[in-house]
């Protein structure tokens, strides 16, 4: 199935637009969520968020890479034909930004977040992505599809 043009509309734009999603993290069989600010990367293929290193994401991280990032867009109104419940989730695998792309995709983070600067800058912060595989869109209670990550980029 291809992904409609709207659709790829709503989900990049969203991307932009939205800048906080619901982390979802897991160990040892107990989960755990967090908020976290996001820049999305290459049409969604990458989200990219910071965090500290002593905390219990990051502890969770290091031991499964796993992850989901839901992003509520049910108040937002003007994604061009998607109703106003719009609930995006990515699933994909957490990695480490190496010291190569580090100040580059840092200055991505705070330009697209102006407000973590002094965060950012703090010796326990680590910035992060999530290698997007696929995101699930929900606009309604029986109105649910996944979408590889792939047909993001796709052409129409």
């Known amino acids: 199935m291809t992904l409609p043009a709207v659709t790829r509309h709503s989900i990049l734009t969203m ?7 619901v982390l979802a993290t897991e160990h040892a069989g107990q989960p755990h969520t967090s908020l976290i600010a996001i820049t999305p990367l290459e049409h969604g293929q990458r989200l990219l968020f910071a965090t500290y290193r002593n905390t219990r994401k990051f502890s ?39 010291a190569t792309s580090y100040p580059d995709l840092l200055n991505a983070h705070v330009q697209h977040h102006p407000d973590l600067d002094a965060f950012t800058q703090d010796r326990d912060c680590v910035l992060l992505e999530v290698v997007v595989e696929a995101y699930q869109v929900v606009n309604g209670i029986d109105d649910v599809s996944w979408w590889r990550v792939e047909d993001l980029s796709a052409p129409d």
């Open 15 to 21: 991307l932009h637009d939205i800048g906080f999603g």
């Open 60 to 98: 969770n991280l290091t031991h499964n890479k796993r992850v989901s990032v839901l992003m509520d867009g049910r108040s937002r109104v003007g994604y061009i034909g998607t109703p106003t419940c719009f609930v995006l989730s990515a699933v994909g695998r957490v990695q480490e930004i190496g």
